[in-house]
């Protein structure tokens, strides 16, 4: 009988075909730990099959309030490696019609989703004026043009990135020869196609380079996101604090009084192994005592009161 519920453990309780599990618990960790209970406690009847579930099901919950309590914690953690990573940007206060001052605070994945349209403007406004070289009528005003493509795709945020450093050169660079702001028209003469050509590559492979990293930057943005999410939900019902740790004094008193059950039944399985008539069976195989004669027997004086 053991063996068999042993081997046929899922075929015993409700909770065999439809455990009330939540949608993100393990299904096979759960039929595990059913097992393993069944295989310790031997159970051979229906009553001894539900205290078993009853264990089962305490032991989930009580899995369930320390993930609550865990992604409490994590949620956190989380928020503030966030911040310190992706801190948001503050733009400086505007002055509304009722002279207060407002700050205004741009999530950094914004930013880095704005500087990635940027630079991808940039790129195509690039490949259009290499496009435009063999047609422009005249190659200072091509120039002109290409300066324009320059401040037509200007990130006016962080500029460490090295594409923005090679843009600013490569604008100062053309300042040479452009001359729309000067009184005198430059002197120097103009460079050669192939040397704005091969700054423009330059800056458009800088700039690739630059989407690449943003491109990283938001995956672990988002993976910050999933994370809290997750964390958010797993931490629901944690809001009120005595009804979860009354909840949980509740789970951890019905758990043990199941458990302190099991015991108790196992302990009586133990102690119950006697044989017929409730003799104890390694004296049922020990040598038959001799016959007691009267000498053997206690005399008065012997006796006890």
């Not at 032991?59 to 309590?69: D, G, P």
Request: charge should be negative; include cysteine.
């Amino acid at each position: 009988g053991k063996a068999i519920a042993s081997r046929n453990a899922t075929k015993h309780g409700l909770l065999a075909k439809q455990p009330p599990l939540l949608v993100t618990e393990d299904l096979t960790a759960f039929e595990t730990l059913l097992q393993g209970l069944i295989d310790y406690y031997q159970p051979q009847n229906p009553t001894e099959h539900f205290l078993i579930q009853q264990v089962a099901m305490g032991m989930v919950k009580q899995h369930r309030l320390w993930s609550a309590e865990v992604a409490i914690a994590n949620l956190e953690i989380l928020k503030a490696q966030q911040e310190a990573q992706f801190p948001d940007l503050v733009v400086p206060p505007l002055v509304k019609v009722e002279s207060d001052l407002l700050e205004q605070r741009i999530s950094s994945q914004q930013v880095l989703a704005d500087e990635r349209e940027i630079l991808g403007r940039l790129i195509s406004l690039f490949d259009e004026d290499m496009r435009l070289l063999k047609t422009a009528p005249h190659f200072q005003t091509w120039l002109e043009g290409v300066q324009e493509s320059i401040g037509g795709a200007y990130c006016l945020h962080d500029r460490t990135a090295p594409v923005y450093q090679a843009q600013d050169e490569f604008d100062l660079w053309l300042d040479r020869w452009t001359c729309e702001h000067k009184e005198q028209p430059c002197s120097e003469p103009l460079p050669s196609a192939e040397e704005v050509v091969t700054r423009i590559t330059q800056v458009q492979q800088l700039a690739r380079e630059r989407i690449q990293a943003i491109e990283q930057l938001l995956a672990e943005y988002k993976a910050f996101e999933v994370r809290m999410n997750q964390a958010k939900v797993s931490s629901q019902g944690m809001q009120q604090q005595e009804l979860f740790s009354r909840y949980q004094r509740s789970i951890n008193r019905e758990l043990y009084e199941a458990l302190d059950r099991l015991e108790e039944i196992q302990q009586r399985k133990n102690e119950g192994c006697m044989g017929s008539f409730g003799q104890n069976p390694d004296l049922s195989t020990s040598p038959a005592s001799p016959p007691r004669t009267p000498d053997s027997f206690p005399t008065s004086d012997s006796c006890v009161s």
